[in-house]
């Protein structure tokens, strides 16, 4: 009898490996800006300004010739779904933002460090709920807070991986479309969660951004293939009666 080729068999079982997992379609939730959420600091909805007209409905954005900040935020779950978490998988932001005629466009706020960037819109996943009330001031500053906790609560984790946006700015009086991206590891920190999730522009003086109707996906961990772990399960009946 042939001796068993335990170097054909590993090969074989790396293949059935390749395979083993089956590709999650991707769930999709609308995030309705202008529409629901709660606002923090500056910040208003309109069916249309500085010469751009949302899609459906109202955009929500902040445009002002002065160093102003604001922030839209909502639970995941409402969002998703109640009793809806974070889970291990890709969450991608899909959002519509423009760029209105009164001032330059506010660009692209840096989430790679917790600090206090000049101006720009981002998006971002958070865990503390954002401190509201007070004046005006105050809450343009609670609303910085919690732009900087998208970082230090979910960006800056070892187990989240952070893609931001490598689109163009969008031209003046026109929208573009940002795609945000975000891997949570198995076993993450912020896994049953359910964590807030905001649009968030600071001008930097003479800065505006208009965010429209967006969406936000969910791509679950692909699972392993029936087909592959019967292969799998093949492979080591073999190996086990070879051996014996």
């Not at 459906?56 to 445009?63: A, C, F």
């Not at 968030?200 to 791509?219: H, I, M, P, V």
């Amino acid at each position: 009898m042939k001796k068993l080729n335990y170097s054909l068999v590993s090969a074989s079982a790396m293949a059935v490996l390749a395979s083993a997992s089956v590709s999650s379609a991707a769930t999709i939730y609308n995030v309705a800006i202008g529409e629901s959420g709660t606002q923090l600091g500056a910040g208003a909805t309109n069916t249309s300004k500085d010469n751009l007209t949302a899609e459906t409905g109202n955009l929500w954005g902040v445009s002002n010739a002065n160093n102003y900040m604001g922030i839209t935020y909502w639970q995941f779950s409402d969002i998703a779904g109640s009793g809806q978490t974070i889970q291990a998988g890709t969450y991608t932001f899909e959002a519509r933002i423009g760029n209105g005629d009164a001032f330059s466009f506010a660009g692209l706020n840096d989430l790679s460090s917790s600090t206090n960037t000049a101006g720009g819109s981002v998006a971002g996943f958070f865990e503390t709920a954002p401190v509201t009330g007070g004046n005006a001031g105050t809450q343009r500053s609670n609303a910085q807070v919690a732009k900087n906790n998208m970082y230090t609560e979910f960006n800056a984790l070892s187990d989240v991986t952070y893609t931001a946006p490598t689109e163009a700015d969008p031209a003046d009086q026109t929208f573009t479309t940002w795609t945000f991206n975000w891997e949570v590891a198995e076993g993450s920190s912020v896994i049953g969660k359910d964590l807030y999730f905001g649009i968030y522009t600071k001008t930097g003086g003479n800065g505006s951004a208009f965010w429209d109707d967006s969406t936000l996906s969910y791509t679950a961990v692909p699972e392993p293939s029936s087909t592959a772990l019967l292969g799998l399960g093949g492979i080591a009946l073999i190996l086990r009666r070879r051996r014996a």
